[in-house]
């Protein structure tokens, strides 16, 4: 089962790998794809796209569990824009008992980085409830955004917030406050936290491999990374530690809304910004994550019959 459909390539993946059915659920555009590089082939009847919502969705040809789930679920600090909830819901609802989940680990991570380059939006400083239907549109610096950091803006190690992985993972697991400690690898002041995360995939009593990451001293990919810019100067030291404490909250009123909070209590400051749409695993070491080679999915589905 793919949930998402995003690319369609962990569909085709898993058609190649030898699924005798895929089942696919999300985006039309990517699963027409499918579908055409699959025409006229004898992989042409495996493949098959649900519409509808996932809560109402009813599994084709009479099935009623699936073997393992697929899905390029990630978003940006994991949870923005991700398919957190779906991948959650249907592993409940249709993944049999000892099914597989791909990628299943995520960790967050967060570094200290100096300056960034940042743009100005207009706000209306206004409140509607005092001056409805009224505004007075000022320019302010953006609190958030996305995008890619170079490894040359880091000045703290890094420091690892949370480790999610699916297969036994809670949706309150995306509501959090974590304190943190970043060490200094220069003098510098502080100008934003960055946000990565690194994706793998782990068996029951196996090792953990790492499919890819969001690191800034990585090769970019589609996901950037999520940064928060400080206003108030905050001092890096080098080799000394920075004490923080960050929270991430799910707004219930937007789907994949994601609400962030950062103190830094040395220095009595705290700040709050939003943003909408822009057993085995627990705990798991950096060196956890180094690849010990490709994840062979004709295995994985061996392993599951």
């Keep these: 089962m793919d949930i998402g459909c995003r690319s369609g390539l962990l569909s085709m993946m898993s058609i190649e790998a030898g699924a005798i059915k895929v ?18 082939s004898e992989k042409e009847d495996i493949f098959e796209f649900v519409k509808g919502d996932i809560a109402q969705i009813i599994l084709p040809c009479g099935l009623k569990k699936v073997d393992i789930i697929v899905s390029e679920w990630i978003g940006h600090s994991i949870f923005v824009e991700s398919l957190f909830k779906e991948v959650i819901f249907a592993r409940d609802k249709w993944l049999v008992k000892g099914g597989h989940i791909i990628p299943n680990v995520a ?46 803006e880091l000045i703290t190690e890094k420091f690892l917030l949370k480790t999610i992985d699916l297969c036994t993972a809670k949706i309150s697991d995306e509501n959090f406050r974590i304190p943190f400690k970043l060490r200094g690898l220069k003098d510098s002041p502080l100008g934003a936290l960055a946000l990565y995360s ?79 749409n822009s057993k085995g695993c627990a705990e798991v070491s950096e060196s956890d994550f180094e690849p010990k080679g490709d994840v062979d999915l004709s295995e994985i589905k061996e392993s599951s019959r």
């Design 23 to 40: 089942i696919a659920m999300g985006n039309t555009e990517s699963a027409d794809i499918v579908r055409k590089a699959i025409t006229n």
């Design 107 to 152: 960790q967050l991570f967060v570094c200290g980085i100096s300056d960034h380059p940042r743009e100005s939006i207009e706000v209306n400083i206004l409140s509607q409830t005092d001056y409805p239907g009224k505004s007075y549109m000022v320019k302010e610096p953006v609190c958030l955004i996305e995008d890619y950091v170079n490894r040359d």
């Design 198 to 276: 690194d994706v793998g995939f782990c068996r029951p009593k196996c090792e953990l491999r790492r499919l890819f990451s969001t690191s800034p001293k990585k090769p970019r990919t589609y996901v950037k990374q999520t940064i928060i810019f400080v206003d108030d100067p905050v001092e890096v030291t080098k080799y000394e530690l920075l004490e923080g404490v960050l929270g991430m909250y799910y707004n219930p009123e937007e789907h994949r809304e994601v609400e962030y909070s950062l103190s830094f209590p040395r220095f009595e400051r705290e700040y709050s910004v939003s943003e909408s």
